[in-house]
């Protein structure tokens, strides 16, 4: 099960604090963001470069910066730039919420959750940054707090895909598997074609309707033909009812996708492969 990360990184377009200080540094920030918006990011960077050398104060620059680099997997470098963005405006949620998403990216959680809390700070309705930090918690092991930030994000906003479906998982971790399943159907709901939906609402259904877990399986099978997971927990429910043939070509066909199943799901094979 995975969670659900938004990813934005905000390109900040304002900057009549520079008009005046250095016009270069402007124009060459202003460029940059035209190249950036068009996706010609070599000439971006080359601008946004230009115009930190001509004004090293322009917290902007840095930001959009951090942004290109992140999408060129540089992600040292993107936090070096959004620390530079914040220490020279503190004030800016934005860049906050933009490091923290990088942080969770890699891995560094409890950092990740800080900056999301420091992002709230100046965007108390932001939804998705209660869903983030809910995620950070999480990995952090700290469920219970995971969920009072995702139910803080419904409250906001009340049809948010990634929040119900974080909490979800959150609440099948628990052990709240009612509660998991209502939030999992939910989401379900808002993006009905979402395989890892009815894959992780399956899971919550194994202990109490198998044929339902079995139909989410399906259905999860249906939207993503090489979800492994979904091919595995499938055939074990069906070589739990005697159904071997099928269970052995359900769990043939998952260690075939991911070899990292083999481990956890060889012995079932064998006894599925046996007369």
Do not use: C, W
Not at 4 to 30: D, P, T
Not at 51 to 75: E, Q, S, T, V
Not at 92 to 108: D, L
């Amino acid at each position: 099960m995975k969670k659900n990360l938004l990813i934005i990184f905000f390109i900040f377009l304002s900057m009549s604090a520079v008009f005046g200080q250095n016009e270069k540094a402007l124009v060459a920030y202003n460029r940059g963001l035209d190249l950036q918006n068009a996706g010609k990011f070599d000439e971006a960077l080359a601008e946004y470069d230009k115009a930190i050398a001509l004004y090293p104060k322009m917290a902007d620059a840095f930001n959009n910066r951090a942004n290109i680099k992140l999408g060129r997997g540089d992600m040292n470098g993107a936090i070096t730039d959004y620390t530079k963005a914040i220490e020279l405006d503190s004030r800016s949620g934005m860049v906050f919420f933009n490091r923290g998403v990088v942080y969770q990216q890699m891995e560094k959680f409890a950092e990740a959750a800080a900056d999301f809390t420091k992002a709230l700070e100046t965007m108390p309705n932001y939804a998705m940054a209660y869903n983030n930090r809910g995620n950070a918690r999480a990995d952090l092991n700290d469920h219970q707090g995971a969920i009072a930030d995702y139910d803080k994000a419904l409250e906001l906003s009340p049809k948010l895909f990634e929040a119900f479906y974080n909490r979800g998982i959150a609440k099948q971790i628990t052990k709240d598997l009612t509660g998991s399943v209502a939030d999992l159907t939910q989401a379900a709901q808002l993006q009905p074609q979402n395989a890892n939906v009815y894959l992780s609402r399956g899971l919550a259904l194994e202990e109490k309707d198998v044929n339902a877990a079995i139909a989410d399986f399906t259905k999860a099978i249906e939207f993503d033909a090489n979800l492994a997971q979904a091919y595995a927990r499938r055939g074990l429910i069906l070589l739990e009812q005697k159904k071997k043939t099928e269970a052995r070509r359900d769990l043939e066909k998952a260690i075939q996708l991911d070899a990292s199943l083999q481990g956890a799901y060889s012995e079932f094979l064998k006894l599925a492969r046996k007369p």
